[in-house]
């Protein structure tokens, strides 16, 4: 049972400075790809709980809820489609070495200080990216918020207490 009140849920629009690419689609051409302003969520939010989604996630049922616990940070590492199928099999790593990838489409947190701190790592992680993908293996062209929680959460492995992530549900 979900403590979730759909009446206090809120939407905040966010101008802050961003990273943009260039980023082909098929049939519109190079269009900008804005994906920055996530990491400023803990600083930006009025609430004690938040969950951040994606714009083109379609969300058809209350599992993102039900799986949060409401304390500290989670975030899914597994996604599935409405089969049940996984999704993107070639997007569960994050290097050669076998690092299980986190994805920041979901973002679900308190306003803990471990909360704090893994945002902390995500901005020191978005602000170094070029040398981050130099030392993890991955390529640095198009900036990814799923690498960058990615390794601030291995970064954090050993600071703060266990992450319990969840498969985003279909």
Same mark, same amino acid.
């Given at each position: 049972?979900?403590?979730?009140?759909?009446? =206090? *849920?809120?939407?905040?629009?966010?101008?802050?400075?961003?990273?943009? *690419?260039?980023?082909?689609?098929? @049939?519109?051409?190079?269009?900008?790809? +804005?994906? *920055?302003?996530?990491? *400023?969520?803990?600083?930006?939010?009025?609430? /004690?709980?938040? =969950?951040? =989604? /994606?714009?083109?996630?379609?969300?058809?049922?209350?599992?993102?809820? /039900?799986?949060?616990?409401?304390?500290?940070?989670?975030? !899914?590492?597994?996604?599935?489609?409405?089969?049940?199928?996984?999704?993107?099999?070639?997007?569960?790593? +994050?290097? !050669?070495?076998?690092?299980?990838?986190?994805?920041?489409?979901? +973002?679900?947190? /308190?306003? $803990?200080?471990? $909360?704090?701190? %893994?945002?902390?790592?995500?901005?020191?992680?978005?602000?170094?990216?070029?040398?981050?993908?130099?030392? &993890?293996? %991955?390529?640095? @062209?198009?900036?990814?918020?799923? %690498?960058?929680?990615?390794?601030?959460?291995?970064?954090?492995?050993?600071?703060?207490? $266990?992450?319990?992530?969840?498969?985003? !549900? &279909?």
């Amino acid at each position: 049972d979900s403590s979730f009140s759909s009446d =206090i *849920a809120d939407c905040i629009n966010v101008n802050a400075p961003e990273f943009f *690419a260039d980023r082909f689609y098929s @049939g519109y051409g190079n269009l900008k790809y +804005l994906n *920055a302003k996530r990491s *400023a969520s803990f600083d930006l939010t009025p609430y /004690d709980q938040t =969950i951040v =989604i /994606d714009s083109d996630l379609l969300v058809s049922t209350t599992q993102i809820v /039900d799986v949060w616990n409401g304390k500290a940070v989670q975030l !899914p590492n597994e996604a599935l489609m409405l089969d049940g199928s996984p999704l993107y099999n070639n997007m569960l790593e +994050l290097c !050669p070495d076998g690092l299980k990838m986190y994805w920041a489409t979901v +973002l679900c947190f /308190d306003k $803990s200080k471990e $909360s704090q701190v %893994f945002f902390n790592y995500w901005k020191k992680v978005q602000k170094w990216y070029k040398s981050y993908a130099a030392v &993890y293996g %991955f390529k640095a @062209g198009l900036f990814r918020n799923d %690498f960058c929680v990615t390794v601030a959460l291995d970064l954090l492995s050993n600071k703060i207490g $266990s992450l319990a992530p969840f498969t985003l !549900p &279909y």
